[in-house]
């Protein structure tokens, strides 16, 4: 392989396509795959302090998105994704800026390996770059959406070709892909609920495990936390003295 083909034929050559493309069918699935695991690491392997499963989780990640900017014919989470969606018939999308996103994901990634794998510091803040990537992934994976393809046609300022979910292609919408203004009503108001309810299950409701704690501190301000302490102090004085 010359330089050439490594930089500008990255995926399959698949006749009736000029550009080599990537099955976004096999992509979605390996990105399901890598988010819910992600989430289960988040959630439980940070959640309950087992440092270890984070570790070998963010370690494998940064192997595999390694992997996917040489060259996805030997990724693992892509062969699984190739393995579970093997009877469907493949969606060919441009390879190229399949390639660029995925590199986006391992300079995500490479933080996450000092930070958690060489060098076990959690913060809030370091936490949430987990969530951008698991994010990344979730939209990938239920709804198509490429951000990092998305990025790499504002950079390159021409039109990629074959984009998942054809969102590169010029065209109107169909009507059942609009929204009538009580639609967005009920749009508007699930977003709003979905975001006011998890500031207040974190903001209000006792913590149960350790990341829940974390999670707690970081939505309330310090005059919030500082009432909270006041209270649980006066609290524990009331228990200890209040039968005198």
């Given amino acids: 392989m010359n330089l050439k083909s490594f930089l500008w034929e990255y995926g399959e050559k ?5 550009v080599t493309v ?3 069918r096999e992509a979605r699935a390996a990105a399901g795959i890598l988010g819910i695991l992600g989430t289960i690491i988040i959630f439980v392997g940070i959640g309950f302090n087992h440092i270890i499963a984070a570790r ?13 900017m040489i060259s996805p014919k030997y990724v ?12 469907q018939k493949p ?3 441009g390879g190229l800026q399949k390639r660029f996103a995925w590199t986006i994901g391992w300079f995500i990634s490479l933080p996450m390996v000092y930070w958690f794998v060489l060098n076990w510091d959690i913060t809030f803040y370091k936490v949430l770059i987990c969530v951008l990537c ?7 994976s239920a709804f198509s959406i490429c951000v990092g393809c998305m990025i790499y046609k504002a950079i390159t300022r021409k039109d ?22 009580l639609q967005k009503v009920i749009v508007a108001l699930a977003m709003t609920g979905l975001i ?12 149960k495990t350790f990341f829940g704690e974390f999670l707690h501190e970081a939505v309330l301000t310090k005059a919030q936390l500082q009432k909270e302490k006041d209270a649980a102090y006066q609290q524990q004085l009331d228990n200890e003295f209040g039968d005198d």
């Fill in 14 to 18: 698949v006749p009736g396509y000029d």
């Fill in 22 to 24: 990537i099955n976004e």
């Fill in 56 to 68: 070998v989780y963010l370690a494998f990640l940064w192997v595999d998105f390694t992997l996917r």
């Fill in 76 to 87: 693992p989470s892509l062969l699984l994704g190739r393995f579970i969606v093997q009877n």
């Fill in 91 to 93: 969606e060919y999308v």
């Fill in 134 to 140: 698991a994010s990344l992934m979730f939209l990938e």
């Fill in 160 to 181: 990629a070709q074959y984009c998942p979910g054809g969102v590169c292609e010029v065209r109107i919408k169909e009507p059942i892909q609009t929204f009538n203004p």
């Fill in 196 to 207: 006011a309810g998890t500031y207040l299950f974190l903001a209000y409701e006792e913590p």
